[in-house]
T-cell receptor
Framework: AQSVTQLDSHVSVSEGTPVLLRCNYS??????LFWYVQHPNKGLQLLLK??????LVKGINGFEAEFKKSETSFHLTKPSAHMSDAAEYFC????????????FGTGTSLTVIP | DADVTQTPRNRITKTGKRIMLECSQT?????MYWYRQDPGLGLRLIYY???????NKGEISDGYSVSRQAQAKFSLSLESAIPNQTALYFC??????????????FGPGTRLTVL
């Protein structure tokens, strides 16, 4: 069965320090993985996606994620947090076995302290 | 103009009322989806449609119905609203031609409150 676990429901960092949002997945095939961001009162915006072309994926706004098959992880990182990064982040898995449907994690709320 | 639009953006209704949420897209995508978002639960799939004649139930379809009036329009109905259907509802689209790597594009959401 496909599932996504976001290991932290809330993460708080100081502005200018690194960000790490953790995501583990389970999939019966070769998945596609995505990170979406949701700013307050906004819809979801794609940050980046893993499509098997490269294990280190670079996204918008300085975010990147590394696909580690042996660890079934797809953690999101950013070297230096900005106040505008404060938002809800969702890890998503998509798999052929489920008709390419999206399965969402429960989200991680990122707070950036000035 | 936004590629995926939802109407209304906010709605307050009473228990037992019928309500329809509408979604339109200008992206030319064949696939459309309805999700609901509840705090601490992420997004859960209600219904999805891979084309006008292909509609499928998602994880939590009970109490909901949908209509795909055209490739660009996908409506979600609550026949008799109940308070636990209070949530944020999102419509999304994707291009089936891109296969497994197809990202989904989301509308701005409809905040529904059932009293």
């Amino acid at each position: 069965a496909q599932s996504v676990t976001q290991l932290d429901s809330h993460v708080s960092v100081s502005e200018g320090t690194p960000v790490l949002l953790r995501c583990n997945y389970s999939s019966s095939y070769s998945p596609s993985l995505f990170w979406y961001v949701q700013h307050p009162n906004k819809g979801l915006q794609l940050l980046l996606k893993y499509t098997s072309a490269a294990t280190l994926v670079k996204g918008i706004n300085g975010f990147e994620a590394e696909f580690k098959k042996s660890e079934t992880s797809f953690h999101l990182t950013k070297p230096s947090a900005h106040m505008s990064d404060a938002a809800e982040y969702f890890c998503v898995v998509s798999d052929r076995d489920i008709g390419n449907q999206f399965y969402f994690g429960t989200g991680t709320s990122l707070t950036v302290i000035p | 103009d936004a590629d995926v639009t939802q109407t209304p953006r906010n709605r307050i209704t009473k228990t037992g009322k019928r309500i329809m949420l509408e979604c339109s897209q200008t992206k030319g995508h064949d696939r459309m989806y309805w999700y609901r978002q509840d705090p601490g639960l992420g997004l859960r799939l209600i219904y999805y449609s891979f084309d006008v004649k292909d509609i499928n139930k998602g994880e939590i379809s009970d109490g909901y119905s949908v209509s795909r009036q055209a490739q660009a329009k996908f409506s979600l109905s609550l026949e008799s609203a109940i308070p636990n259907q209070t949530a944020l509802y999102f419509c999304a689209t994707s291009d089936g031609a891109t296969g497994i790597h197809n990202e989904q594009f989301f509308g701005p959401g409809t905040r529904l409150t059932v009293l």
